[in-house]
């Protein structure tokens, strides 16, 4: 798309290379240049005369037609109401590209992907959104009530349970059974596949919703969750997940990549786990994505299992851009067999088809 100078100057510097005659300038209004073209300059008083003129002249509807073809450049149509005025079409562009957002954003949820996750915005029902509002308040209200609780136990946990704060922990699980009781109910299966509560491990499942953490949280381990680091400056909740010991990160920073790597195998090593999203991010279609290696090249290195996870439900009930609702169903949680071995590839690999048959045949 050209912008208004630039079709400034081809309007003007056509005639050069077309052998079609120069328009007639005059000197009324100072000369000012807006750009260079093959040393053809253009001012402002020749574009705006040219537009002027050919309103007076023409009957097309109060536009100023340039049907010429030079060097690839297509035909261009500007309104003469808008005339020149950058900043309008600046502004009419952005809202263009806005709408067009919204559209796409739009129909990532309109029945794309599985019927787990993706959810149609024209079948939002208002009591959906009654919910939604009433789990924020809960949520809300159980946080204020407990973290008094963690800042009361926290010096005692980092004297005494430094890494695997087990107290700050159960807090946590009481918050998220508190919030997710009143709205929709959790089962598991595969419990008995659960490592001992002492033997660190890496934990890895798919990633549909925001409540994939309460939901985890209710499991009662004390693994440590990596967030995005803007999260931890969140009243309340940021501080629960410091004290909680969770790992924060700087998305495409690779030197904070680095270091969040180098703290999990630290964990791990003084006997606390890991819980990784491989996805990297929530699914915006309820498919699976692609698994990332990191969690797999820490459980290489450090010796331990991998305790893979599929979550499934918790995208039907609060989708992807839906976090203001709560929709009617269940979740259920497989807990599937630890995975062992040295090659990060290879457990990658398994981890991702093990969640992935599982999706498959629950959906």
């Known amino acids: 798309m050209y912008s208004c100078s630039s079709f400034c100057i081809y309007w003007f510097c056509f005639p050069l290379f077309s052998g079609h005659p120069k328009p007639r300038s005059s000197a009324t209004l100072p000369f000012l240049p807006f750009s260079n073209r093959k040393g053809a300059y253009f001012g402002y008083s020749l574009c705006k005369r040219a537009t002027l003129r050919n309103s007076c002249n023409s009957a097309q509807n109060n536009f100023l037609r340039i049907s ?21 079409y600046n502004s009419k562009l952005h809202n263009e590209n806005k709408l067009s957002r919204y559209i796409v954003a739009r129909s990532e949820f309109a029945g794309t992907g599985t019927s787990d996750a993706a959810y149609s915005l024209s079948e939002i029902k208002p009591g959906s959104k009654v919910r939604g509002v009433c789990f924020y308040a809960v949520t809300a209200i159980a946080a204020i009530l407990l973290i008094w609780f963690m800042l009361v136990l926290h010096p005692f946990v980092l004297l005494f349970d430094r890494y695997r704060r087990k107290a700050q922990h159960f807090i946590a699980k009481l918050w998220a059974m508190a919030t997710v009781a009143p709205f929709f109910k959790i089962e598991f299966e595969g419990l008995e596949n659960l490592p001992p509560q002492d033997v660190p491990a890496v934990y890895v499942s798919n ?12 499991l009662g381990r004390s693994f440590k969750f990596i967030s995005k680091t803007g999260i931890f400056l969140y009243p309340i909740i940021g501080w629960a997940m410091s004290m909680m010991g969770l790992i924060p990160l700087k998305r495409m920073d690779s030197r904070s990549q680095l270091d969040c790597l180098k703290r999990c195998m630290d964990l791990i090593r003084n006997g606390a786990s890991v819980f990784f999203f491989p996805e990297g991010t929530r699914s915006k279609d309820g498919k699976l994505g692609s698994f990332k290696k990191g969690a797999f090249s820490v459980a290489a290195k450090t010796g331990v299992p991998v305790v893979p996870m599929t979550l499934i439900g918790t995208g039907k009930i609060m989708p992807l851009g839906l976090e203001g ?3 009617s169903g269940s979740v259920k949680v497989v807990i599937h067999k630890p995975i062992k071995g040295s090659d990060p590839e290879i457990l990658c690999n398994e981890a991702r088809n093990t969640i992935a048959d599982t999706l498959k045949h629950q959906c």
């Open 68 to 88: 010429r073809t030079h060097d690839g450049v297509s035909r261009c149509y500007f309104n003469q109401k808008e005339g020149l005025n950058r900043s309008y």
């Open 207 to 218: 990633h549909q919703s925001f409540l994939d953490i309460y939901t985890l949280l209710t």
């Open 325 to 327: 609702v709560i929709n």
